[in-house]
């Protein structure tokens, strides 16, 4: 069942084409990173939960489908109540290119655990209850095949409104940080992350840019469970 799932999305993605932005993004390297150019990733996405009778930024997340987004499994818990927030840039300002979207449906990886992180596993996926709509702010990543790895010392951009340091504030603008991919061989070093580390993890940085967590390979998505949303 999740295997055919995967394969809507990717058969949704090649329809509506992916990875193309009418907005190109800044491409300087920089330390911790920059804001991003507004809507130059158009596929980045504001994860919010409920709480107190408004919704908050949670995390990032990624449009992979018209109806279908990209997280991480740590970004949910079970019992809360999320939405999608597509199009957006500042946080704190309507701009009038954004599209809020419930979550219909939330399947997490069923081996993830907070308990144990560093066994991988870290990602889920948000079903939209209705699909984007797209146009030049709102567009679709693309999903690598299964099993393609990327070189090492290649880089790769990290986008989202995560914390400017640590224990530091939420920024109200989009940012972004270029960061080279470390391959398996260098990563699971003694000197770098030893055993931690898992052939099905990406490893990226080593300087001062940095994410939230290692993220997992995206052949991951033919093993997800489902989580209900309330």
Not at 57 to 71: K, Y
Not at 121 to 139: G, R
Request: hydrophobic residues 35%; charged residues 15%; aromatic residues 10%.
């Amino acid at each position: 069942m999740m295997y055919n799932l995967l394969l809507v999305v990717l058969l949704a993605a090649s329809a509506y084409g992916c990875g193309q932005t009418s907005y190109p993004p800044y491409s300087s390297k920089v330390v911790n990173g920059i804001d991003a150019r507004p809507y130059s990733w158009p596929w980045q996405i504001s994860l919010q939960v409920n709480s107190g009778g408004s919704f908050f930024h949670t995390c990032g997340g990624t449009l992979i489908s018209a109806q279908w987004v990209m997280t991480a499994g740590h970004c949910i818990s079970y019992g809360r109540v999320y939405r999608v927030v597509l199009g957006e840039y500042d946080r704190f300002v309507e701009e009038g290119s954004e599209q809020v979207i419930s979550a219909a449906k939330i399947i997490v990886h069923p081996d993830w655990s907070m308990n144990c992180i560093s066994c991988g596993n870290d990602i889920a996926l948000i079903k939209l209850a209705e699909p984007a709509y797209l146009n030049d702010k709102v567009k679709l990543a693309c999903i690598p095949p299964a099993g393609y790895l990327l070189p090492n010392n290649f880089d790769c951009y990290i986008t989202g409104w995560g914390r400017l340091y640590t224990n530091g504030p939420l920024p109200e603008k989009l940012q972004q940080a270029c960061i080279p991919v470390i391959d398996y061989e260098h990563c699971s070093q003694s000197d770098w992350w030893g055993s931690t580390v898992k052939t099905t993890m990406v490893c990226a940085g080593g300087a001062k840019k940095a994410g939230c967590n290692v993220r997992n390979n995206i052949k991951q998505l033919h093993e997800f469970s489902e989580v209900r949303v309330e």
